[in-house]
Structures are given as structure tokens and as C-alpha cells.
């Protein structure tokens, strides 16, 4: 039995916005591209990697094993086993405690583990249509939503969720906010000063006419977010 892992190296792709500049990526896509960046930087080939373990929430649609169609975008072969983990927010980390599980149990040496989303990509779908309807308007669901932002239990959206809990808390609203405004905020300066350069791997956007473009910045930062502009959200 191992004693320990030891996490060598990690990478990310910039994070895009809802239809943003990564919208024609698939969480698998964007997940290769960061796989394959952290074996570079770490000098690990891909012939070396024994197991994959891949978060993602957002799965109808994606095809078997998202996991599995990273492995294979960042060139590690199709006999490497790979597990998709959804453990909704928490997916991602899990993957790593289970790599650490893996790796402590003497199972194996060499894991890559990690998240991977593409809101953009994640489909609606029509509930009871094998049955079909014969008469009025049928509900389309946004998987985005009912798998991802609801709360299937109390079947309320995760935002009313968390006021709730908060409330209970005492963690106001304008806590929040000022809590939120100020994530934004440090975020737009730590990325002005290269902060996350070093983390980040470019991708490389295809265009209809000339040469790729490469995204590098991460889109959903708004650097004039302040709590009072949040607090007329409703």
C-alpha cells in the first residue's frame, strides 16, 4: 500500500462564458486540452497514465464516458480505464480524492483527474416523448437547469436553495454581495498582472477565414462588478 500521492502537475483551459468564445467545444474537448497540457507540463507521456478520473455534471447529450473521450483527445489510449464522476459542484474534487484513493491502495502509480462542463452544450429534452402527445402544448426541459442548477429534492432552483440555508445562517444578502464584488474584483487584477497565465492553456479557436485565434483570458470576470450594482439584481 502506497503512503501518499503527489499531485505533479495541473493545468486549465480559460474559463468561456454562456456562448462565449469555447461554445462550439465540448466539455470532453476542453477537458483533452487540459489533460493534455498538464501531462506536458508535468513530463509525463500518455502512455504512462493508468486511470482517468473526469467530473462533469452536464452529461445528457455527451456521449459514453466523458471521461474516456478526454483521455482519448489528449492522446492516452483507448486500454486506460476512465471514470466520469458527478457529484454536482463537488465533481471535479472527488475525482481527485478517489485518484488519491487509487493511488494510496496500491492500485495504480500514474492517475489524471479533474473536471470538465460545457453549459453552452448542454441540450434540451422532451420529457415522455417516446410515448408521444396527442393533444396541447408540451414542457421542454433545459438540462442546464434541471440537472445542474435545481435542487431535485426540495425541486427548487440552487440559488433559492442557498437563501434559504443562508437565512438560517445569518449570511445576508448584502454580504453576498459584497463577498461576490470583491471575488470579481481581485479576479480582474489577478488577471492584469499575469496571475493566472501560468495555470491556463490556450486554445485555439478555428476561424471561418485565416488562422486559429488563441483564447487565453478567462471571460466571466467583470471588473466594474461592485455590491451595488449586484444588489439591484433580483
Same mark, same amino acid.
Given at each position: 500500500?502506497?503512503?501518499?500521492s ?77 471514470l ?12 481527485? +480524492? =478517489? %485518484? ?6 496500491? @492500485?495504480?502509480? !500514474?492517475? *489524471?483527474a479533474?473536471? &470538465? ?29 434541471y ?40 479576479? +480582474? =487584477? %489577478? ?6 497565465? @501560468?495555470?491556463? !492553456?490556450? *486554445?485555439?479557436?478555428? &476561424? ?22 449586484l444588489?439591484?439584481?433580483?
Amino acid at each position: 500500500m502506497s503512503s501518499g500521492s503527489v499531485i505533479v502537475a495541473g493545468a486549465r483551459t480559460p474559463m468561456g462564458r454562456l456562448l462565449g468564445s469555447l461554445k462550439d467545444f465540448t466539455a470532453a474537448q476542453l477537458g483533452g486540452i487540459a489533460i493534455k497540457g498538464a501531462l506536458e507540463r508535468a513530463g509525463v507521456a500518455p502512455e504512462q497514465v493508468q486511470y482517468v478520473i473526469m467530473g462533469q455534471v452536464l452529461q445528457a447529450g455527451a456521449g459514453q464516458i466523458p471521461a474516456r473521450q478526454a483521455a482519448l483527445e489528449a492522446g492516452i489510449g483507448f486500454d486506460v480505464p476512465a471514470l466520469t464522476i458527478n457529484k454536482v459542484c463537488l465533481s471535479g474534487l472527488d475525482a481527485i +480524492a =478517489l %485518484a488519491d484513493q487509487l493511488i494510496r491502495a496500491g @492500485e495504480v502509480d !500514474v492517475v *489524471v483527474a479533474g473536471g &470538465q462542463e460545457s453549459m453552452t452544450n448542454a441540450p434540451h429534452y422532451l420529457p415522455k416523448s417516446r410515448e408521444g402527445y396527442k393533444y396541447g402544448a408540451v414542457e421542454v426541459l433545459d438540462s442546464m437547469a434541471y440537472d445542474g442548477l435545481t435542487d431535485i429534492v426540495q425541486k427548487i432552483p440552487m440559488g433559492e436553495a442557498t437563501d434559504k440555508g443562508n437565512a438560517k445562517r445569518g449570511i445576508t444578502r448584502e454580504a453576498q454581495d459584497e463577498f461576490a464584488a470583491r471575488s470579481h474584483q481581485r479576479a +480582474a =487584477l %489577478a488577471q492584469k498582472n499575469g496571475v493566472f497565465a @501560468e495555470e491556463i !492553456v490556450k *486554445v485555439r479557436i478555428p &476561424q471561418r477565414k485565416g488562422d486559429p485565434i488563441e483564447f487565453a483570458d478567462d471571460e466571466g470576470i467583470r471588473a466594474d462588478t461592485t455590491a451595488q450594482t449586484l444588489g439591484k439584481l433580483r
